[in-house]
């Protein structure tokens, strides 16, 4: 799971060099900007580069729909090779 900075390290850019077309096989995950207890909707937002924000102008997710994700994203390999994003379709599921 990648965050703000995803994959950088003191060498280099991490994502850059998976990019270069080494024969390895990954995904990077770039969460919402905030990830907080709530309930699994199954309604969240993925892109492929660029944050997620709700309607409500704010970059949040569930970690019970953070999870979920994951998990798509290995069973179903949709992301094989790229970073994607993710973030809740709606502000009302969250825990306060």
């Avoid at 900075?5 to 998976?18: K, N, V």
């Avoid at 207890?37 to 969240?44: E, I």
């Avoid at 970059?59 to 790229?82: C, G, P, Q, W, Y």
Wanted: hydrophobic fraction near 35%; proline fraction near 3%; charge should be negative.
């Amino acid at each position: 799971m990648g965050g703000a900075g995803s994959l950088r390290t003191p060498d280099g850019d991490a994502l850059d060099f998976l990019k270069g077309g080494h024969d390895v096989e990954w995904v990077n995950l770039s969460p919402a900007g905030g990830i907080a207890p709530g309930h699994r909707t199954g309604t969240y937002r993925v892109t492929e580069e660029d944050l997620v924000i709700n309607e409500s102008g704010e970059s949040l997710i569930t970690a019970e729909d953070d999870a979920v994700t994951v998990i798509d994203a290995i069973e179903n390999k949709r992301f094989s090779r790229k970073r994607f994003a993710v973030g809740s379709k709606q502000v009302d599921n969250l825990s306060s």
